[in-house]
């Protein structure tokens, strides 16, 4: 049957029931899809607007969600530097294939570059932190880089349970503050998004500042620069950026709303073990396990 | 120093050495650079002129790998599709991102599909296998999923030594076969490639058939698909795929012409640790360990 096949298969690349399976009389095994329509009002998280970034390329919009926890330094910096719009008509310089897509001043000439204004020039490297009281959602099965991984508020994250540390990761989406070779030389002003299989050995190496919650798709489209290391060689090639908006500075009827599932919900519990055992009809190995960034983390549109 | 600090931020996020610090007296950690400089003719592989298929899609080419050691009976029916030149005039109909771009033949009705000439209609999986005598590249870290990963004439797999069983590993770049709810129900005739993180819960699950070893931004920058589970909801959105050829069948001076470093070589096992302690003087983390999908598979044309 082409149409059960085409319909199961692409339901199966998604990890969702195949409708073909709706008439079997047994109950049905959690899904992504079941695990969320069982989710109430305080599963949900609204994504805080002084938070938010909003940033337009290209007319469409990609929404940044800033890591408080682990970046509060960094997260003030973008603030105030997209408050300042700092980021209006600068360029994204770098799409790099299974990699990267990098934003900021192409000017090379520090007397060139655009004035960082009330932002700091530096800051101290924000690449892990004391553990402290954070809340952990925690993956059960083996990482390749950190002994312990799983969820907090909302974010990918490692620990250390003996150091008691703990750190974002660069999972797909995550978005990071370019540095040179000195650890305090980030300051949020050149920032990158992963767009491909996740790069972990740059955790703990770079300060991680955010995550992209919706609209990759806008910069993961972009022509790949034909330069070394994905850069575009002309400065016609260059991407600009429309603006960049903390979206507590736009006005109430402009600010976009959005909701996170709470990683510290009972629902992202059920979701995390929904998505380790397929269960689905289509799936013959039961897999049993899953690595962190492979975790989705829902965001929803509030009605 | 902006450009000092552009400079080493590309080569970091490369994991190259930066070129700041070439003045320095100190030996150069090896680094991928260094590995591959030092490789002799040896270490490298010509690819198979009837394993490597050549599909042009927008005038770009994709080249991609057949896995001959673990499918196949799917790979026969690749190259038997790609003879008749089946998929010339197909469509690519599928665009998700973060996860696949998927071709075939968009027809839903049995009756208005392209006859498949002489391929089989269906194949027994061949989700894995029996691991006999292949080598084995180990990786010596953890792994979610697998209990050991590695590579395997050029492919990265992951082996059950108690089972003596051996699979691929969806990695970025993977291609493999859709197929339905029956373990028996591919054929070749419709493809998927692994375009964003690693979706490794299909591991054993669908068969892997082999890589793209160039041109994935061909298709990576194309746009999403909006319907479920990124399809294209209309006909006009399909991308249709100008040819597929078996480069055997290409006239000598038409085939493209790659080599790719032989995954049984010293010289990888030299890459694989070079990848796994970045010693560039940009780390500060050493990290030690690596993920088996974040090892790159350098490939080159021969001079």
Redesign the interface.
């Known amino acids: 049957?082409?149409?059960?096949?085409?319909l199961?298969?692409?339901?199966?690349?998604?990890?969702l029931r195949?409708a073909?399976?709706e008439d079997s009389p047994a109950p049905e095994p959690p899904t992504m899809g079941s695990v969320l329509a069982a989710t109430t009002a305080a599963d949900w998280q609204a994504v805080d607007a002084d938070d938010l970034l909003v940033m337009t390329v290209n007319g469409k919009q990609v929404l940044i969600e800033l890591a408080d926890d682990f970046a509060p330094r960094h997260a003030d910096n973008i603030r105030k530097l997209a408050t300042q719009h700092y980021f209006d008509g600068l360029k994204i310089m770098?799409v790099?294939?299974?990699?990267?897509v990098?934003w900021g001043d192409p000017?090379?000439?520090?007397t060139a570059?655009r004035p960082l204004g009330e932002a700091a020039a530096k800051l101290p490297?924000e690449?892990d932190r004391a553990w402290g009281t954070l809340p952990f959602a925690a993956i059960p099965?083996?990482?390749?880089?950190a002994d312990q991984t799983g969820f907090t508020h909302g974010f990918p994250v490692g620990r250390d349970a003996q150091a008691e540390r703990g750190w974002l990761l660069h999972?797909?989406?995550m978005v990071g503050a370019?540095?040179?070779?000195e650890?305090d030389?980030s300051n949020g002003s050149?920032l990158?998004v992963v767009s491909?299989?996740?790069?972990?050995?740059?955790?703990?190496?770079?300060t991680l500042v955010g995550r992209v919650i919706e609209g990759?798709?806008a910069l993961?489209?972009?022509?790949?620069g034909t330069g070394?290391?994905g850069?575009y060689e002309l400065p016609e090639q260059y991407v600009p950026i429309t603006s960049v908006r903390l979206a507590s500075t736009l006005p109430e009827a402009e600010r976009p709303r959005r909701e996170r599932l709470r990683t510290e919900s009972p629902a992202f519990a059920r979701l995390i073990e929904a998505?380790r055992h397929?269960m689905e009809?289509?799936?013959?190995?039961p897999?049993g396990?899953?690595?962190v960034?492979?975790v989705p983390i829902p965001v929803r549109t509030p009605q």
Chains 1, 2 share one sequence.
Do not use: K
């Open positions: 049957m082409r149409a059960a096949w085409t199961s298969l692409l339901f199966v690349l998604a990890g195949p073909v399976a770098r790099q294939e299974n990699y990267v990098q000017a090379e000439e520090e570059r490297a690449f099965d083996r990482d390749a880089y999972c797909y989406a370019g540095r040179g070779n650890a030389s050149e990158y491909g299989h996740s790069p972990r050995h740059l955790d703990r190496n770079i990759m798709e993961t489209v972009l022509p790949r070394p290391l850069f998505r397929r009809p289509w799936f013959i190995h897999v396990r899953i690595e960034c492979n």
